[in-house]
């Protein structure tokens, strides 16, 4: 995976840092799974630093319930452990215990324009005609994801397709920042975003993407369901009629027949092209159950795994703190260099 971290890289002055995060609210499915841990994985590198978050502060943008949101913040970071991140090798923290993260968000509030923010589509879409009665830290967040990335002045983000014009505005936010300030103090983080599972589609409704709240349990994949779930879900998900074509081409219109085979290439490590090839011509009732073996096959030792790490929460809290400490002394003396550029005062 360096590869793509190695062509992307997007300012020589800044050494090669990956940063991503994921919310804490709700469960994980396997759009988060593929679309980010999973990937997150494959760019661990002794060559660089990789630095993975739970991002709490961003799941109190809508209301979660206290005790909810610690046990959620303790299960995204035994996900991300289950499926493979080393907190001695990456470093693994939750956002809320580097203040950092809040208090360069706000100074990115001040350089962000409402302008940039009336045009994000993640917003419209969460806000929908309820927008006069959401939190004013829904509309602040991309905001905040910028701080997020800028703290460690990360040059690679790997992220979903879903949250590209977050990254995109964080570049806006780092441009406006070191023209204002006439510096060149904060990188122009690239996206990652590659591979058939940017967006991975819910299994009853192919023109919708996976997400943690949609109203049917049967529409995603959970990565704590068992395998009896998954492989009944993979079953039930809904087709078309209509076989596997011979080429990619022919899932045009087919966006439930093409998620499946993303989904397919993305837990095999294959392209979606290579996974046509094999099935060409085969009809649901041999691909279904392909999938639904093969899903198992790899989600079923991850969410034991996370079974396991979440019987002992003591030692997730130790490693996230352990994890905060280390975030908080990359954190600090950036956070200490922008407030000397903006020009405030610090004993
Ligand atoms: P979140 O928590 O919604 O999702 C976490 C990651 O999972 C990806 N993802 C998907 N990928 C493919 N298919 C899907 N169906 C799917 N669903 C979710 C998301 O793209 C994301 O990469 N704002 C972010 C969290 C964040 C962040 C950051 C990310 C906060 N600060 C800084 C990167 C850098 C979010 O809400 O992700």
Not at 59 to 86: C, F, H, N, S
Not at 227 to 234: G, H, Y
Not at 263 to 278: G, K, M, N, P
Request: proline share 5%; glycine share 6%.
């Amino acid at each position: 995976m360096t590869d793509a971290v190695q062509t992307q890289s997007s300012d020589a002055k800044f050494a090669k840092r990956v940063f991503s995060g994921i919310k804490p609210s709700g469960g994980l499915t396997l759009g988060n799974y593929l679309g980010a841990i999973k990937r997150f994985v494959d760019m661990q590198s002794p060559d660089f630093t990789s630095i993975y978050c739970v991002v709490d502060l961003h799941a109190i943008t809508v209301w979660q319930d206290p005790a909810e949101l610690k046990t959620a913040t303790r299960e995204v970071a035994a996900g991300y452990m289950a499926a493979g991140i080393d907190p001695s090798q990456s470093i693994l923290f939750n956002q809320s215990q580097v203040s950092q993260h809040a208090e360069l968000g706000w100074i990115f509030n001040c350089v962000a324009r409402v302008g940039w923010m009336n045009r994000m589509t993640q917003f419209k879409d969460k806000a929908g005609a309820n927008a006069e009665k959401v939190s004013l830290g829904l509309y602040a967040y991309p905001s905040l994801m910028a701080a997020d990335i800028l703290l460690y002045h990360a040059t690679h983000v790997p992220v979903g397709d879903d949250q590209k014009q977050h990254v995109e505005l964080t570049r806006d936010i780092a441009s406006k920042f070191n023209h204002d300030f006439k510096t060149d103090f904060f990188p122009l983080a690239e996206p990652v975003i590659e591979g058939p599972a940017m967006r991975i589609m819910n299994l009853r409704d192919g023109t919708r993407k996976m997400s943690k709240s949609g109203e049917s349990d049967m529409e995603r994949i959970n990565m704590t369901d068992d395998a009896d779930k998954i492989a009944k879900k993979f079953k039930k998900a809904k087709t078309d009629p209509e076989p596997l074509p011979e080429t990619l081409g022919g899932l045009k219109d087919r966006p439930e027949a093409r998620n499946l085979v993303d989904i397919y290439a993305a837990l095999s490590d294959q392209t979606s092209e290579a996974v046509i090839a094999e099935y060409a011509g085969a009809g649901w009732g041999k691909f279904k159950p392909a999938l639904a073996e093969l899903a198992v096959e790899k989600l079923a030792p991850i969410s034991t795994e996370m079974a396991r790490l979440m019987d002992d929460p003591a030692e997730i809290d130790r490693i996230l703190a352990k994890g905060s400490d280390r975030a908080r002394e990359i954190a600090a003396p950036i956070l200490d260099q922008t407030y000397e550029i903006v020009g405030l005062l610090k004993a």
